[in-house]
C-alpha cells in the first residue's frame, strides 16, 4: 500500500512538471516547466523584438521625409505614401497569423518571415548606396528619381511588409505562451510579459528616433538603411538562439475553415429549436477539445443563433462520424462567437491608430515649419522628436507595472489592478488630449506668422521642442490602450487562434492610417475648392493644420463614447480544463 502511495505520488509530481495548456517543447514532446519557457525562454524573444523594432522603426521613421526629399514627392503624397506602407505592414500580419494557427506553427512562421524581411531590409539599403539604385541628386534635397529606382524601392518597403507580417502577430503570442495558462503562479507573469514586450518595442524605437534618424539626416540614407538591415539580421540571431528553451502550441488547422462551418451549420438548421438545456449541444465526451491545440471552451448565452450549429438532430449521425459542416461542438461554435464579441472592441481601435499615426506623417510635417535648433549648431530632426513618444512609454510602462498595478490590486482586488477593457477606455481618454495639444500649438504657430508676416519662411522662430508634450501624451495613452489590447486579445481569442486574434488587433493599427490616409485626401479635396490652398499646403504657414488635429479630437471623443458602450455590454470567454 505504502509503495502505491508513493507511485501516486510520484506520478504526481511528474505531472506537474509539465504544462497543462497543450504546449510542447522543440522536439514535440510535452513541455516541462522546469526545462523550457517563462522568463528563461522570453529575453530571446525579448531581444528578438528589440532588434525588429530598432529595424522597423529606423527605417520607418524617416521615412515621409525620405518621399519628400529623395523621391521627390510632394507633401500630401508623401504623407500617404507613408500611411499606405505603414498600413500594409499592419494588414500583412492577417496572412502570418493565418499561416501561423493553421499549418506552421508561431516558430517557423517567424523564422520563414524574418528571412523574408531581411531580405527586403537589404535591399532597401542598396537602393539607397548603390549608383543606379539610388536617386540622382543636384544638391542634398534636389533629387530626380527614375520610375526605375521608385519602383525598386517601393519593392523593398514591400517585402518589409510582407515580413513584418509573419513577425507581429506571432512574437507577442509566442512570448505569451511560454506561462503555461493553467498555471495560476505563471499566470499572474503573463500580463507582466505584455508589458516588458512593448518596452522593448520602445527601447528599439528610441535609439531609431534619436541616434539612426540623425545619420539618415547628417551621413547617409545607406548607412541609415544599413544598420537596420544589420539589427534585423541580429533579431534572427537572437530568436534561433532560444530554439531549445521555447514552449510551441501545435497548429490547429484553418480557423477560417472551422468558423465557416459553423455558419453554413448555422444557416442550415437555422428552423431548428436550439434546448433549453445547453448540456445537450454537440460536444466530445474527451477532456480534450477536438480542435488541436485548444481548450474546451464553455457555453455562453449571447449570439445563440450560432447555438444551432451544436444541436444534434437524426440526420446528423446517419454516415457515422457527424459532417462537420451539418454539426460543430460547442467549442467550435464559441471560437467564432468569441471572434465576432471582438470586433466591436476592435473597431473602436481604429480611431486611437489615426491619433498614433500623426507622429509618423503630419507630426513630422509640423516639426518642419519649426526652429530645430538644440544650442546654436545642432539641429534636431523633426523625426526625432518620436524619441519623446518612446520616453514617455519607457516612463510609464515601469510606473503602470510596478506602482499603478499594485497599488490598482489593493483597491480592486483583481489580479492585474484594472481589468484590460478598462485600461484600453483609460488609453483613448488620454488620446483626446494629443490632438487638443498639437492643434494648440498650431494655433500659437500661425498666429506667429500672422504677427510677424512669416508666410515665406520655411521655419518660425518657435522651437519644435513645444512638440513635446503631444508625442509624450500620446505615449502615455500606449501604454494602456496598445499593450491591453495586446493582452486583451490574446486573453480572449481561443486556444487555436492566438495569433490570428493578434493580427486582427494590429489590423486596427492598418486602418488607422487608411483612415488618416482617407482624412486627408477628403480634407484636401473640400478644403481646395475655388483654388483656395486648403488645410495641408506644401507651405504650412497659408494652411490650417490645426483643423485636421481638432477634427481628429472630436472623432476621438465620438469613439470613446462608441466604446464605453461596447465594453459594458461584453461577454468574457470561459476555459475549460487542460491539455496534455
Known amino acids: 500500500m505504502a509503495e502505491e502511495n508513493n507511485y501516486t505520488k510520484q506520478s504526481m509530481a511528474e505531472e506537474d512538471d509539465y ?11 510535452p513541455a516541462n516547466k522546469k526545462k523550457t519557457g517563462t522568463w528563461t525562454a522570453c529575453p530571446f524573444i525579448l531581444g528578438n523584438e528589440f532588434c525588429e523594432r530598432l529595424a522597423y522603426y529606423g527605417m520607418s521613421s524617416n521615412l515621409v521625409l525620405y518621399f519628400k526629399y529623395k523621391l521627390n514627392q510632394n507633401s500630401t503624397t508623401a504623407s500617404n505614401n507613408t500611411l499606405n506602407w505603414s498600413g500594409t505592414c499592419y494588414i500583412t500580419p492577417l496572412i502570418g497569423a493565418f499561416l501561423a494557427d493553421a499549418y506552421l506553427g508561431r516558430y517557423w512562421t517567424i523564422a520563414i518571415f524574418s528571412i523574408i524581411y531581411v531580405i527586403g531590409m537589404t535591399l532597401l539599403t542598396l537602393t539607397a548606396s548603390i549608383p543606379g539604385l539610388k536617386p540622382s541628386c543636384l544638391g542634398k534635397n534636389d533629387c530626380n528619381p527614375t520610375d526605375t529606382q521608385s519602383a525598386m524601392c517601393f519593392l523593398a518597403l514591400y517585402l518589409v511588409a510582407v515580413g513584418t507580417g509573419g ?3 506571432c512574437v507577442s503570442s509566442y512570448g505569451a505562451d511560454q506561462f503555461d495558462d493553467t498555471d495560476e503562479h505563471e499566470k499572474k507573469h503573463k500580463s507582466s510579459f505584455f508589458n516588458w514586450f512593448y518596452l522593448s518595442i520602445n527601447v528599439g524605437a528610441l535609439i531609431a528616433g534619436s541616434i539612426l534618424v540623425w545619420i539618415q539626416v547628417n551621413i547617409g540614407w545607406g548607412v541609415g538603411f544599413g544598420i537596420p538591415a544589420a539589427a534585423m539580421a ?60 485548444s481548450r474546451k471552451l464553455d457555453h ?37 462567437k468569441a471572434i465576432i464579441r471582438l470586433l466591436p472592441v476592435w473597431a473602436t481601435g481604429i480611431v486611437f491608430s489615426a491619433v498614433y499615426s500623426q507622429m509618423g506623417s503630419l507630426f513630422v510635417i509640423q516639426g518642419e515649419s519649426l526652429d530645430p535648433h538644440m544650442g546654436r549648431h545642432f539641429e534636431i530632426p523633426s523625426a526625432s522628436l518620436s524619441i519623446f513618444d518612446t520616453i514617455s512609454v519607457i516612463f510609464w510602462v515601469p510606473v503602470y507595472d510596478r506602482i499603478i498595478v499594485p497599488a490598482a490590486r489593493k483597491l480592486t482586488g483583481h489580479r492585474n489592478g484594472i481589468t484590460q477593457l478598462q485600461r484600453m477606455g483609460i488609453g483613448l481618454f488620454i488620446s483626446i488630449f494629443a490632438m487638443l495639444a498639437a492643434g494648440i500649438l498650431e494655433v500659437v504657430r500661425l498666429g506667429i506668422v500672422k504677427r510677424h508676416n512669416y508666410y515665406t519662411h520655411d521655419r518660425i522662430p518657435l522651437s519644435i521642442f513645444w512638440q513635446v508634450p503631444q508625442y509624450f501624451i500620446i505615449g502615455c495613452a500606449e501604454v ?13 481569442a481561443p486556444d487555436a487562434m492566438r495569433s490570428f486574434s493578434s493580427a486582427l488587433s494590429l489590423t486596427t493599427v492598418a486602418l488607422g492610417n487608411y483612415l488618416s490616409s482617407l482624412l486627408v485626401t477628403i480634407v484636401t479635396h473640400a478644403s481646395t475648392r475655388g483654388g483656395k490652398l486648403g488645410w495641408i499646403p506644401d507651405n504650412l504657414n497659408y ?14 471623443v465620438l469613439n470613446l463614447g462608441a466604446y464605453l ?7 468574457y470567454k470561459r476555459a475549460m480544463g487542460t491539455l496534455r
Not at 494602456?480 to 480572449?492: A, K, M, N, R, S
Request: proline residues 4%.
Open 480 to 492: 494602456f490602450t496598445f499593450i491591453g489590447q495586446l493582452e486583451f486579445f490574446y486573453e480572449q
Open 300 to 336: 455562453t448565452k449571447d449570439l445563440s443563433f450560432f447555438d444551432k450549429a451544436a444541436v444534434e438532430i437524426q440526420s446528423d449521425h446517419i454516415k457515422g462520424s457527424p459532417d462537420p459542416w451539418k454539426l460543430c461542438t460547442v467549442t467550435q461554435v464559441e471560437e467564432l
Open 543 to 556: 494652411g490650417h493644420l490645426d483643423y485636421f488635429f481638432f477634427l481628429l479630437a472630436i472623432l476621438s
Open 167 to 169: 513577425i507581429k502577430p
Open 19 to 29: 504544462t497543462k495548456d497543450g504546449t510542447i517543447d522543440y522536439h514535440g514532446n
Open 234 to 293: 541580429i533579431a534572427v540571431v537572437s530568436f534561433f538562439s532560444g530554439t531549445r528553451l521555447y514552449r510551441n502550441q501545435k497548429p490547429g488547422g484553418s480557423p477560417l475553415t472551422r468558423m465557416s462551418q459553423v455558419v453554413v451549420a448555422s444557416i442550415k438548421k437555422y428552423k431548428v429549436q436550439v434546448p433549453a438545456d445547453k448540456s445537450l449541444l454537440h460536444e466530445i465526451a474527451d477532456g480534450e477539445s477536438a480542435i488541436q491545440g
Open 565 to 571: 458602450l461596447v465594453a459594458k455590454w461584453y461577454t
